[in-house]
């Protein structure tokens, strides 16, 4: 399973000077990502905002261009970035594997204990 670990990079800003300040639901005409708070990022997906939770300690920030949103914390059913479709991290507790699917995070294995070695999630039984 690819990963992201919880912390991603996930696009650049798409929001342009004089637009407003988008809200999840807004409609929109541009790619990218925005930082609505520091625990929400926004994407731009099929003309629409789509909020995506960055509940980990980082939260959501902006780092020059780029949005970076901790998705250590999220859980199942928390949305999730279209850059992140397929790939997973550890659920917060360190007893499941999460991934990205359709657009939200699901549960994709139990474990006793998961950790990230190497670019692979390892799920122990």
Do not use: H
Not at 60 to 66: E, I, P, Q, Y
Not at 87 to 97: E, F, I, V, W, Y
Request: net charge negative; hydrophobic share 30%.
């Amino acid at each position: 399973m690819r990963f992201f670990v919880g912390l991603v990079v996930i696009g650049v800003l798409g929001v342009g000077s004089g637009c407003g300040t988008p809200k999840a639901g807004d409609k929109c005409n541009t790619t990218g990502f925005y930082c609505a708070d520091t625990s929400m990022a926004l994407e731009c997906r099929s003309g629409v905002w789509f909020s995506l939770p960055c509940k980990g300690q980082g939260g959501c920030v902006r780092d020059a261009d780029l949005i970076r949103c901790d998705m250590s914390g999220n859980a199942v059913g928390d949305n999730c970035a279209a850059s992140a479709e397929a790939k997973g991290l550890c659920a917060q507790d360190g007893r499941s594997t999460l991934e990205c699917r359709d657009g939200t995070l699901v549960k994709t294995n139990t474990c006793s204990s998961c950790s990230v070695v190497g670019e692979e999630i390892s799920c122990t039984p």
